[in-house]
């Protein structure tokens, strides 16, 4: 290397390892001061994550979260972007006194109204047949549909109005008669191509005019040759990726750390040679359909033969108003369950975590015990990380470990110490888990907000 020249940039991959809303925002929050840019390389407007900084509370469901402390936010090629909500968001922003500095791959595809339409349709058709996934209903499973048969309108697209109306006269009339004739549903103005044409291209000229369309990979290539720390934010979790999650149970993307060089174009050795952090949050919850075994309660509605343990209800209730686990995106109430170490030893393998962000511990302060699902037994075999069906999940029976519990803590003040401070039995619990994933911790989050966060290891370092 000449003397001289700054050495590369450095990369850390954000990564769910449960079921989504593990606190990722809060993670890539705590290491934004040396991040330069910030980029999302799946989902869309699904994805829910809330960023406490100082006094005020961000809800974003688009917007990368480190845009709102002057990071540089990338949107990229593997996201799926509704113009409408990434406007509003970044409206909102600039109202509370702050100017995001957003740019969008123009090799991303877009939602468009009818896949939001389709979204519910189809989940509504589904349910009859326990095949519906609970989806956010924000149309991503509709466009990812589109992205893969060819038929998808990307960012590019809006930037060029005769692009956009040859695709959109192509594919919207498939669209209105697979609403119509294989659903029976009615259609509107989500499925008419005037006004479809007209309310795209005008944002087609925004991103212009604001300057936010990139190549996504060359951006990034470029930030990263000049020194700037890149980190990749993934959305939801593991087990609802599309391949290595509970399908078809799952989101239409993929959330697994694989996907941050194929979401945003830099190749696999950049995000290998950085960083992968593991983001688990100290029980599980989950919103949508699916199996859960170590689920505690169950939330109204659902029966004792849904599964889960009916006598924890209490407990669940407790632990959802104790964590806020309301949807971030819907407000749907959580289910809840103990942390599934089967679940987080398939994630640790296949993102490759190279440390831990623990999070939520907390919100299990206070209890007598707190229990882990530590194996399965699944047709007489114990087994370890989680079958690849659905179907072998909801034959699995959980071996329970228990850990005593830990009492209330000042947080603030634990974090301003540091891990020793973390009381003991908390501790125990965390260095199981850092011992099963053979993975070390770098931070441990004991409350919402930034100064709430132990410290242990700073990747960027
Ligand atoms: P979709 O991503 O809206 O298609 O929803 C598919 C499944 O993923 C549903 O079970 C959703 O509840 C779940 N899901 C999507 N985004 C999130 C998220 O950000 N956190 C947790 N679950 C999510």
């Given at each position: 290397m000449e003397v001289g020249l700054k050495p590369p940039g450095m990369t850390v991959t954000i990564v769910g390892s449960?079921?989504?809303?593990?606190g990722k925002g809060g993670v890539v929050d705590l290491y934004g001061d040396e991040v330069d840019v910030v980029a999302r390389y799946q989902g869309g407007d699904n994805a829910g994550h809330t960023v406490v900084f100082g006094e005020e509370e961000y809800k974003l469901s688009l917007v990368p979260s480190g845009a709102i402390r002057g990071k540089v936010g990338v949107l990229g090629n593997g996201c799926v972007v509704n113009p409408e909500t990434l406007f509003a968001e970044i409206d909102g922003l600039r109202e509370r006194g702050l100017d995001p500095d957003v740019r969008v791959a123009e090799r991303a595809h877009v939602i468009l109204p009818y896949h939001r339409v389709l979204d519910g349709i189809e989940e509504t058709a589904k349910e009859d047949s326990d095949l519906d996934a609970g989806t956010t209903g924000r149309g991503i499973g509709p466009t990812y549909e589109d992205k893969i048969g060819r038929r998808g309108i990307r960012i590019g697209d809006l930037l060029d109005p005769d692009s956009l109306r040859t695709k959109l006269e192509y594919v919207v009339p498939q669209k209105r008669a697979l609403a119509e004739?294989?659903?029976?549903a009615t259609t509107d103005e989500a499925f008419d191509i005037g006004s479809l044409y007209e309310q795209y291209r005008r944002y087609g000229e925004r991103l212009a005019e604001e300057e936010m369309t990139v190549n996504a990979g060359g951006f990034l290539t470029e930030r990263i040759e000049a020194g700037e720390n890149v980190m990749f934010e993934g959305a939801q979790g593991t087990s609802i990726d599309i391949d290595h999650g509970d399908y078809p149970y799952v989101t239409s993307s993929n959330p697994t750390a694989g996907y941050a060089a194929t979401g945003t174009g830099v190749g696999p050795t950049v995000v290998g040679r950085g960083e992968v952090i593991g983001i688990v949050k100290a029980y599980l919850t989950r919103v949508g359909t699916g199996e859960l075994p170590t689920e505690l309660g169950s939330v109204e509605g659902q029966t004792p033969e849904d599964g889960g343990r009916p006598e924890m209800a209490d407990l669940a209730t407790e632990i959802r108003d104790e964590g806020g686990e309301y949807g971030t995106v819907t407000g749907r109430p959580r289910r809840v369950g103990w942390l599934d170490v089967p679940m987080i030893r398939h994630a640790a393998r296949v993102s490759g975590f190279t440390g831990l962000a623990i999070n939520h511990i907390d919100v299990l302060a206070g209890m007598d015990e707190v229990e882990v699902g530590h194996s399965y037994d699944l047709d007489g075999e114990e087994i370890l990380t989680m079958p690849p069906t659905s179907k072998q999940w909801a034959r699995c029976e959980v071996n329970y470990r228990r850990f005593d519990g830990w009492p209330e803590a000042d947080w603030e003040a634990v974090a301003a110490e540091g891990y020793d401070a973390i009381p003991e039995n908390a501790r125990t619990y965390l260095e199981y888990i850092s011992d099963e994933l053979d993975t070390p911790i770098y931070a441990v989050g004991v409350?919402?907000?930034?100064?709430q966060t132990v410290i242990v290891e700073t990747p960027f370092a």
């Open positions: 449960q079921l989504g809303d593990e004739d294989v659903f029976g409350g919402p907000g930034r100064e």
